[in-house]
């Protein structure tokens, strides 16, 4: 598996998760990165994006405000800090890398998706 994503769980609402997605092959340091995520019986919907160079960031509305997104080209990974959770948040969150280096919102605009990580907020 190519991009890896890790740090889910169960928390409480209010609570914090910092999910990471690493890229074992080493081919999104040119490419911006994405978080979307997908609850049972829903669609997979956007979260964040990063553009390559961590330069420019997107958040969809539901988690401005609480989610952030970060990168370490170095380490080839990229994060996705979540802070004062919800129940609604709970989703399986997949990574994924772009097909350009600008942040983009759809995912049509990605090319390779990683395996997913369960958060799951009680209240």
């Known amino acids: 598996v190519q991009l890896q994503a890790s740090g889910g769980g169960l928390v409480q609402a209010g609570g914090s998760l910092r999910l990471s997605c690493a890229d074992s092959?080493?081919?999104?340091?040119?490419?911006?990165m994405g978080w979307f995520r997908q609850a049972p019986g829903k669609e997979r919907e956007f979260v964040a994006s990063?553009?390559?160079?961590?330069?420019?960031?997107a958040l969809s509305d539901p988690v401005k405000g609480r989610f952030t997104i970060s990168r370490d080209r170095v380490k080839n990974t990229v994060y996705l800090q979540m802070n004062s959770l919800k129940p609604d948040d709970t989703a399986t969150y997949y990574c994924?890398?772009?097909?350009?280096?600008?942040?983009?919102?759809?995912?049509?605009?990605?090319?390779?998706w990683g395996q997913g990580t369960l958060v799951t907020v009680s209240s």
């Open positions: 994924a890398r772009g097909r350009s280096s600008g942040v983009t919102t759809g995912s049509n605009g990605y090319n390779l």
């Open positions: 092959g080493r081919t999104s340091s040119n490419n911006a």
């Open positions: 990063i553009s390559w160079n961590g330069g420019s960031t």
